[in-house]
């Protein structure tokens, strides 16, 4: 029985033309900057994003944290949102090892936050406040259902950071399925930010690692972040042979997660127990309530782990769905026969 696996997609496994290409990568000592398979990774991510460079580091959380810590000295403060990622799932990492003060503020059910909620976030300067470095913004949006930011709202995002002193640093894990889903060059979305964050290990399915982008001035200084907290790698290219394959060939098929992920939604919304509307999800995560009577939500994820189909619940009655490579419209048709036959037993 083939699992369907849709809690993430860090799930994905590297296809196989990654794998031949780990097995011959050219290798060096990254440290010392001499892994060329690494470089030329760094130097095709940064002109995909339209930044001077990029930094590989081993994970999002590794670059989120490198980010905050490269723009922020200890006691300054970032802004973000209360749903995002780097407050909520990156085990308090800028506050713990940077002494970084974090500003939280609501974010909409859309994943923006209110330019106003920002603006009245900013302490005037006094000796009693701590000084606000970044706005942090998260593209898509995790927790709200996948939502991709539009580049207006980048824009102007960017505009009122810069304006008032600070950076705009974005999590932009999966900012190439954000730029899928809007229709847009990546570049052009990044563009008003000071530095991104990619994953190259979820829906683009590398083995490991991500991407930090910014310019040439601050990666630099965030390469010397980057050792410190234990991110300096040697022979790393066997890693970054699979991210030039996945800029270079994952990019173009998300929008087949995209449609995978609307055939989903749309199926779940006819099932009786659960709650979805299909025209909140935009990218490749659907979230949905449960709403059945007769069991709880762990029991219905239980059941359907037994049954080969794989999901995650996030609170007491939300479960998440993530489209990804290796997942593919025959799976969603036998994912969702699964989840009608739990709820009709529980009927």
Known sequence: M????????????????????????ELGDDVSGEDPTINRLEAVAAERLGKEAALFVASGTMGNLVSVLTHCGRGDGIILGDQSHI?????????????????????????KIELAQIERAIPEPDIHHANIRVVCLENTHNYCGGAPLER??????????????????????RIFNAATALRVDVADLVAPADSVMFCLS???????????????EFILRARRT?????????QAGVLAAAGLIALEQMIDRLAEDHENAHLLANGIAEIPGLSLDPRTVRTNIVFFDYVAQGKPVQQFIQELDAAGVRMWSLGPNRVRAVTHYGIDRTDIKAALAVMRRVLKDAA
Not at 87 to 110: K, M, T
Not at 156 to 172: I, N, P, Y
Not at 226 to 234: I, L, P, Q, T
């Open 2 to 25: 083939k699992v369907i696996d849709l809690r993430s997609d860090t799930v994905t496994l590297p296809t196989p033309a990654m794998r031949e290409a780990m097995y011959h990568a």
């Open 87 to 111: 407050l909520l799932n990156e085990a308090a990492g800028s506050a713990a090892l940077g002494g970084v003060y974090l500003r939280v503020v609501p974010n909409q059910a859309d994943g």
């Open 152 to 173: 207006e709202y980048m824009v102007r995002a960017g505009e009122l950071a810069h304006r008032r002193g600070m950076v705009l640093h974005l999590d932009g894990a």
């Open 202 to 216: 979820k829906g683009l399915s590398c083995p490991v690692g991500s991407m930090l982008c910014g310019s040439a």
């Open 226 to 234: 980057r050792k410190m907290v234990g991110g300096g790698m040697r």
